[in-house]
């Protein structure tokens, strides 16, 4: 019978409160931040992993980005996925969304005998939604966007999923292969086994790709494959908030304190 295969795509992504764009490059600048897996990713990997704890299902993590990568995307094997897979080489680097979905779904086609791709909705560093259904239209399966639960057929070829809308929900059966991605907190990631955690930290293999690897055209990855560039850095207007400096001894500043509060004091 055939082996359900899933794979879910990970992303590693600077901590947001540490996201820095180098001036020069207009680059995202990594250096100096800690990096993370990509938060609804996490949620991802778990849809992905209670569907193998249901069926006979195996999950692979692919993902694209340097090797340093590595160390961070192993705790998703740790977790309960099976396989990983890394796209890995410089030609890969400064793609927008377009270069990497189309990067992603070469990586797709080189796994082979792919039944569903699950995606988190969006990444923390670009925000921008449109890797999953990018991934869908270079592969040409059909989409869910925002899913927050799943159902497999009895035969493994149609997923259910629900996904929410607003003041209800949409459910969706569709035909299989097909991509997903996840509404972000859709579910509680669970926490590495730490019976696997060794395997998955040190003793797991990690399959990396690079560009000669999988069959891309140059001209539709890194750089040279992304029509969208920055052009310009601003530093955005924040807003101050309003301060007052109450100066004296403290009966005179309770004093000053009471006079600025009163007109907001309502009586029952």
């Not at 680059?27 to 778990?46: F, Q, V």
């Not at 692979?60 to 705790?75: H, N, T």
């Not at 696997?196 to 001209?219: C, Q, Y």
Request: proline letters at 6%.
């Amino acid at each position: 019978m055939h082996e359900f295969h899933i794979v879910v795509c990970m992303k590693v992504v600077p901590k947001a409160e540490e996201i820095r764009v180098d001036p020069e490059s207009l680059l995202l600048d990594r250096e100096n931040a800690r990096s993370e897996i990509n938060p609804p990713d996490m949620n991802a990997i778990e849809h992905a992993l209670r569907i193998k704890d249901q069926c006979r299902a195996r999950v692979s993590i692919l993902s694209m980005g340097p090797p340093l990568f590595e160390s961070i995307l192993r705790v998703g094997l740790a977790m309960g996925a099976d396989d990983f897979y890394l796209l890995s080489d410089r030609a890969f680097a400064g793609a927008d969304t377009l270069a990497t979905t189309y990067t992603l779904a070469r990586g797709i086609d080189k796994i082979g005998d792919v039944d569903l791709v699950i995606c988190g909705e969006e990444s923390a560093d670009g925000a921008t939604g449109q890797v999953p259904a990018g991934i869908a239209e270079w592969l040409g399966w059909p989409q869910v966007t925002l899913a927050t639960e799943f159902q497999l057929s009895d035969d493994y070829t149609v997923c259910t999923a629900r996904r929410e809308i607003p003041g209800g929900y949409e459910v969706h059966r569709v035909k299989l292969p097909a991509v997903f991605s996840v509404k972000t907190a859709s579910n509680e990631p669970r926490f590495m086994d730490f019976d696997r955690k060794p395997w998955a930290m040190e003793e797991a293999g990690v399959i990396v790709w690079s560009r000669s690897d999988i069959e891309v055209e140059d001209d539709l990855i890194g750089l040279k494959g992304s029509p969208t560039i920055v052009s310009g850095l601003e530093q955005a207007e924040t807003r101050a908030r309003q301060q007052h400096m109450l100066e004296g001894d403290p009966e005179s500043i309770a004093a000053q304190l009471a006079e600025i509060l009163a007109p907001f004091h309502t009586r029952n």
